[in-house]
């Protein structure tokens, strides 16, 4: 486990009382004392951070743009990325049962001790600090924003280019579901039977299961049409 003042150095913050960010690292499995209630006010402060930023951003996005954009960068698969960039799952505290089934490297899991992280933040030093935090580990992300990407979601667009090729939409089915009641997680299958595409995706969540299915069916179809 590498020492917290990398982990500050990573986001860019020092903190004052650093238990506040232990707790923000510690999973429900090692201590009483662990980081759900910070990843609640992290998850708050980041919705309107990121939304603040995407209006300064582009004049162009509608309400409904600027919606389903944040939607896509909030959610628990850009978390994930962020997470893992900064290596996250390296300063975890979980407890040992956790640790066997590879709690250090779900998604889930990392992406709320990302948000704690940014609730820890906000605690200590406010709402400017915690958006400071929030806009260096997201910069990566907002540099490469293009309207194109983001403005819809993967199952969107690709029922667009399906109709466009016309042929019929995708279809969805669940294909496992995993873990406890508080720690479910879903895998769901997005197969386009006339391309003989099938792909799977796995979230805590049936619909951004279903969404992480379509963004790989998304990519198969393109190939397939650019190969034609």
């Known amino acids: 486990m590498l020492s917290l003042s990398v982990l500050q150095e990573r986001i860019g913050y020092r903190f004052q009382d650093e238990k506040l960010l232990r707790r ?3 999973h429900r499995s090692y201590a009483a004392e662990h980081n759900e209630r910070l990843e609640f006010l992290g998850d708050s402060v980041l919705n309107c951070v990121i939304g603040y930023a995407l209006f300064l951003r ?3 996005f509608s309400e409904g743009d600027l919606s389903r954009v944040r939607a896509n960068l909030v959610c628990e698969k850009t978390l994930h990325e962020v997470a893992k960039r900064i290596d996250i ?4 505290y ?3 049962g956790e640790l066997k089934t590879g709690g250090a490297e779900r998604a889930s899991i990392l992406a709320d001790a990302m948000e704690a992280i940014f609730g ?3 605690r200590e030093a406010g709402f400017e600090a915690a958006q400071a935090v929030i806009l ?3 910069e990566p992300i907002l540099s490469n924003l293009t309207p194109e990407t983001f403005s819809k979601d993967p199952k969107t667009r690709l029922q667009e ?3 466009g090729a016309h042929l019929p939409r995708p279809e969805y089915t669940i294909l496992h579901t995993m873990g406890a009641a508080h720690e479910r997680s879903f895998e769901c ?3 386009i039977e006339p391309l003989g595409i099938a792909t799977s995706g796995r979230a805590t969540n049936r619909r951004a299961a279903e969404q992480n299915a379509a963004l790989l069916a998304l990519e198969a179809v393109q190939a397939k049409i650019v190969h034609k």
């Open 58 to 60: 582009d004049t162009h």
């Open 120 to 122: 820890a933040v906000f």
């Open 161 to 163: 280019l399906l109709q």
């Open 89 to 92: 799952s390296s300063f975890l």
């Open 94 to 96: 979980m407890g040992e």
């Open 189 to 191: 299958e997005c197969r």
């Open 136 to 138: 260096r580990v997201y």
């Open 24 to 26: 923000a690292v510690t």
